[in-house]
């Protein structure tokens, strides 16, 4: 089971946490529901609230689900599940059914799914979305580096409005 925690109230580095394995972005809309690995995100505080980041690009099976959708989740895995971060972050979900193929438990949160078998979860709330563009990189090596083809993320920023930690 879990209990729920203010942002405050975590004990453990987030960092640690995403040195583990990076945490699955699930989202549902219109009954697609879809999750796949980031690793490229931060959390902090932003407009009096406790937020979490992520980037999508438009290639993505998740892109058009988390960009109709109002909310997300990220559930952080844990050592455990190793393989199956890095199977959701390969396989695309509009080929294959990966929540079930690594058999994960979709439960649902205010409407938002999230698994029961991470160690954390965070809901969120979408309060923005916007496009990194090319003018904006001061550093236009990121450009050449990670953009060569000019696949722009979208940035999604969600007001954390719960956090479910894992109860020993």
Not at 35 to 57: A, D, F
Not at 96 to 117: H, L, M, Q, S, W
Not at 130 to 155: A, P, R
Request: aromatic share 14%.
């Amino acid at each position: 089971g879990f209990k729920t925690v203010l942002p405050y109230e975590l004990k453990e580095n987030v960092f640690d946490f995403i040195k583990k394995g990076c945490p699955l972005l699930s989202s549902e809309c219109d009954g697609k529901l879809n999750t796949m690995t980031v690793n490229w995100g931060q959390m902090g505080y932003l407009w009096n609230k406790c937020v979490t980041t992520v980037y999508v690009r438009t290639q993505r099976y998740t892109f058009p689900i988390i960009d109709s959708s109002d909310t997300y989740s990220l559930c952080f895995m844990g050592d455990g599940y190793t393989k199956q971060v890095a199977y959701c972050g390969k396989v695309s979900g509009r080929d294959e059914d990966k929540i079930a193929n690594c058999g994960f438990t979709v439960a649902y949160r205010d409407g938002v799914p999230y698994f029961e078998e991470a160690e954390l979860v965070l809901i969120c709330r979408k309060c923005y979305s916007s496009w990194l563009d090319e003018s904006g990189f001061v550093d236009k090596s990121i450009v050449e580096n990670c953009y060569s083809q000019k696949d722009f993320h979208k940035m999604f920023i969600g007001e954390i409005t719960e956090m479910l930690v894992r109860e020993d």
